[in-house]
């Protein structure tokens, strides 16, 4: 290889680092180890541990800031990380003379608990609240647990638990060539802390990160555009707790020593507020914040000695009281705003990058001339109980012969429970539903949608914190496993509008525009079939006649099933009728059958049947 | 033969201490939704009250365990009025993170006053004799409070005013004030009661355990597993997932160790909250 081809992969190499945020913390690593032989021991020592906190701090941040997870389990992960050090490390250094290999040890065992505990509570769909709860109280049993082995029985290899006492004299961070001294462990603490600061934001600035984001924003939406919502949950709580876990490995190195008190009440606490004041989704802040909060707490433990609990306990409640949104973000958006330099349009988490629209693939729906062949869906003897109330009967329906179905009928007749069944979001609890000729019955929400599902709800869901663009970048690139390809993000916009704001939050748009963003990423999903629940309402008159020349005009290459209450907006339509009543199909055929059939029009007005 | 009742009655006394533990964050947690961390402390503060107003009021035993729902009762409402009620609305976590911050105020607090290891009162004295083992009448005791403290919280519930009013304002507020309840009333007075019955409980068990600043951290997990894994019907719920966890920890106990017990506890509820996502009342129709 030539020079300048080494100059040129290496001038692009730097690119993507800058844009990608790697290029500070590597600044910032550099300059910290020149600085560091300046540095008293016993700072070098106080900032070890400091970026072991820091590291902790970070896989919070990741899981609770980026990806909406909230844990209290991240110090849990991070004592058995460390505990996990101290066993490896008493079996291996006399062995090997080096300890990375326990450091990498914890981070794995850390993984594997925290994989297991992910498992149960993300595949049980426990909610987010139980989430917490149910960390807490494993750290805190692990708490009680590691505090009673004190026993000589409670043995791991050479590693005594230890009991409440903890494991003293553990061996410290080594490369084969004896123990690091002081400033060789902070210059390594130093490394990782960079190493894995850098991890994060890769993972966050590429393809993963706008999965995170939107998992944050809505999880529902991301399993109705094909993700693996839990899946991904799963993963990202996983990388949290091996961080978590390499943290404890370099917390019991400083110490060369570790007790159960790393599980306790107080070591959640911190943790939850060093997030807080560094602010909830800024990888730096997780720094920031435990240099912020320790200082402060150092300080307060001159004045009151031993009050660490209550100190902790009002920070954190004028944190939750006062500063909800950390008090990083608050200083900063305050020094925005007072010299009001950069013009931010959105008040989001700096990491998500800019996606940028895929334009290599070109779409089918560009000659309109030969449609797709079209979707198909089959619903048989479907049934769906609530408890005790029969929200669907027994129904027998095929769409698809058609580009478009109008389902009309009276409140509670089940028209919104067809569609939760067809989607997945309800288990069925008799009869079955094909997809495309496939039996999706038992198949969850976001692979019916990999199979060319798509549906707009009732009520726009959509990421209200995510940028017009990136919920459109969310849909385009929503995993599929049907032969229609995902269409350039230009046709998207040229069919909904809002271009001129595809920069604005979503939540900054109006009612109206929120409905045409998600059938934008219905759009850009490119599903074979598409369901709307509802299109018109809230709309207004000039928004229905638009809707219903986008619905024919997507109806060309999908299978389109409207569900509507609005009658001048099914006639429009021109599509045959299904009417549902009372968990039951109550009839077939055009709108005009429909509207001259006098049992129809009794139940609609109210009237008594036959009278 | 007396073996097997020893052991039949100190699993009974297990799931009466979970019960007791448990019972007010059912109220407060499994009724309201309101995610009451410093549920510990109150059992805590319940404790010290019935310590503190036997060695240092020298009130008899059982007037002394009264005084505890009352005091945390008050302290609950005054809770209510200044953490809680400001962050109806706002996030979940946020109401997670004060009740938290409030439970390590606590906790220090009673450390200041009262050190890390204070002086016990001693269990109530009497025993029965059963074949070679004795037991105390007060273990044989707590069984009984803590059913009639819940049948009596099912009558409230089910039969009064007051408890539809409750049940009422906990589920769907807005529609609840439509029809007229002020639920912002109605809602004090549940939570006081929530946090009376934790200090109800904690008074109970002051003259079984050690009771130190610390205590409310031993039963706040267990608690919070005992209400989720019992479900949405709140007070039958929780009587069965007490039932089920404190018997197994109990048995496991006996055959290895408190260690294992406590680990077989928390095991059971995991595997239970993955198999049952909505509990083991998740499917029945009461709603208690």
């Known amino acids: 290889m030539t020079a300048s081809t080494w100059t040129t992969t290496l001038g692009r190499w730097t690119r993507v680092a800058v844009r990608r945020g790697f290029l500070w913390p590597t600044i910032a690593v550099v300059a910290v180890l020149l600085l560091s032989p300046l540095l008293s021991t016993s700072t070098e020592l106080k900032w070890t541990l400091w970026l072991a906190f820091g590291i902790l701090a970070l896989s919070l941040t990741l899981v609770w800031g980026i990806s909406g997870i909230f844990s209290f389990g991240q110090n849990a992960f991070f004592g058995i990380g460390g505990y996990t050090f101290a066993v490896a490390a008493f079996n291996i250094y006399p062995a090997t003379g080096e300890t990375l290999s326990a450091l990498l040890i914890a981070a794995c065992v850390a993984a594997l608990f925290t994989a297991l505990l992910g498992y149960v509570t993300f595949y049980g769909r426990v909610g987010d609240v139980y989430l917490a709860i149910v960390t807490l109280a494993v750290t805190l049993i692990l708490y009680t647990v590691m505090s009673s082995t004190a026993g000589p029985e409670y043995r791991i290899g050479k590693a005594y638990l230890g009991g409440f006492n903890g494991m003293p004299s553990v061996p410290g961070i080594a490369f084969g060539t004896g123990e690091l001294g002081y400033g060789g462990l902070f210059a390594f603490a130093v490394c990782l802390a960079g190493a894995l600061y850098i991890f994060a934001r890769f993972l966050l600035t590429g393809q993963y990160g706008q999965i995170l984001a939107g998992i944050r924003e809505n999880e529902m939406r991301m399993e109705l555009l094909g993700y693996n919502v839990r899946f991904h949950k799963l993963g990202i709580f996983l990388v949290g707790g091996a961080i978590a876990g390499i943290g404890g490995g370099l917390f019991t190195a400083w110490g060369t020593f570790i007790n159960p008190s790393v599980f306790s009440l107080q070591q959640a606490a911190l943790v939850v507020i060093w997030v807080m004041v560094g602010g909830r989704g800024s990888l730096v802040g997780a720094f920031v914040g435990v240099a912020v909060v320790q200082w402060i707490s150092d300080q307060a433990d001159k004045i009151v000695a031993q009050q660490t609990p209550l100190i902790l306990g009002i920070m954190l409640l004028a944190m939750v009281l006062a500063f909800p949104g950390g008090i990083v973000p608050a200083i900063t958006r305050w020094l925005d705003r007072t010299w009001n330099s950069s013009k931010r349009k959105l008040d989001t988490i700096d990491v998500a990058p800019t996606p940028t629209p895929r334009t290599d693939t070109k779409p089918e729906s560009e000659n309109e001339g030969t449609p797709l062949p079209s979707g198909h869906i089959m619903a048989h003897h479907l049934g769906k109980r609530f408890g005790g109330s029969v929200a669907l009967d027994d129904v027998t329906l095929e769409f698809g012969q058609h580009n478009i179905h109008a389902i009309v009928g009276p409140n509670g007749a089940g028209k919104s429970t067809l569609f939760g069944l067809i989607s997945g979001q309800h288990k069925v609890t008799k009869g079955d539903v094909e997809l495309n000729g496939l039996d999706v019955t038992r198949m969850p929400t976001h692979q019916r949608a990999r199979h060319g599902l798509g549906i707009k709800l009732q009520v726009p869901s959509i990421f209200l914190g995510l940028s017009v663009q990136q919920n459109i970048a969310l849909a385009l690139n929503a995993p599929r496993k049907y032969k229609r390809t995902r269409p350039p993000a230009t046709t998207v916009f040229a069919m909904i509008g809002l271009l001129e704001k595809k920069h604005e939050a979503a939540s900054n748009l109006s009612h109206g525009e929120q409905q045409w963003l998600e059938i934008g990423m219905l759009i850009a999903q490119n599903p074979s079939v598409m369901l709307f629940d509802e299109p018109a309402a809230g709309m207004t008159q000039e928004e229905r006649k638009r809707t219903v020349e986008l619905i024919k005009k997507l109806s060309i290459h999908h299978t389109v099933i409207v569900v509507e209450h609005d009658m001048a907006f099914v006639r429009a339509l021109g599509a045959p009728v299904v009417m549902l009543y009372r968990g039951n199909v109550f009839r077939h055929g055009s709108f005009d059958e429909l509207s001259n059939d006098n049992d129809v029009r009794n139940i609609y007005l109210g009237r008594k049947r036959g009278a | ?288």
């Open chain 2, 1 to 288: 033969m007396d073996e097997i009742v020893v052991i039949g009655l100190s699993v009974l006394t297990s799931v009466a201490i979970l019960l007791l533990t448990s019972l007010g964050l059912a109220v407060v947690f499994g009724l309201m939704r309101i995610v009451n961390m410093a549920h510990g402390e109150f059992l805590m503060i319940g404790a010290f009250t019935t310590t503190v107003a036997v060695r240092s009021l020298e009130l008899p035993i059982w007037l002394a365990i009264l005084c505890a729902p009352i005091v945390c009762g008050f302290v609950g409402a005054l809770v209510e009025l200044a953490f809680i009620r400001p962050l109806y609305g706002r996030r979940l976590v946020d109401t997670l993170l004060a009740t938290f911050a409030l439970s390590l105020i606590l906790y220090q607090v009673a450390i200041n006053i009262f050190g890390t290891a204070p002086p016990g009162i001693g269990t109530p004295s009497g025993w029965i004799e059963i074949g070679r083992y004795t037991v105390s009448y007060y273990s044989l005791f707590l069984p009984v409070a803590a059913l009639v403290i819940t049948a009596l919280l099912y009558v409230l519930f089910k039969f009064t005013r007051y408890g539809l009013l409750a049940r009422a304002a906990a589920h769907n507020p807005d529609m609840a004030s439509v029809l007229g309840v002020e639920v912002r009333r109605v809602n004090l007075v549940t939570f006081a009661l929530g946090c009376a019955l934790a200090g109800l409980g904690g008074g109970l068990l002051s003259p079984m355990v050690a009771v130190s600043p610390g205590v409310g951290q031993t039963y706040i997990g267990q608690a919070f597993m005992t209400v989720i894994t019992g479900g949405p019907a709140f007070l039958l719920g929780t009587l069965s997932a007490s039932v089920l966890l404190g018997g197994i920890s109990n048995i496991v106990s006996q055959l290895f160790t408190t260690l294992w017990g406590l680990t077989a506890l928390l095991v059971t509820a995991i595997v239970l909250v993955r198999l049952l996502p909505n509990g083991i009342s998740g499917s029945w129709s009461r709603q208690l």
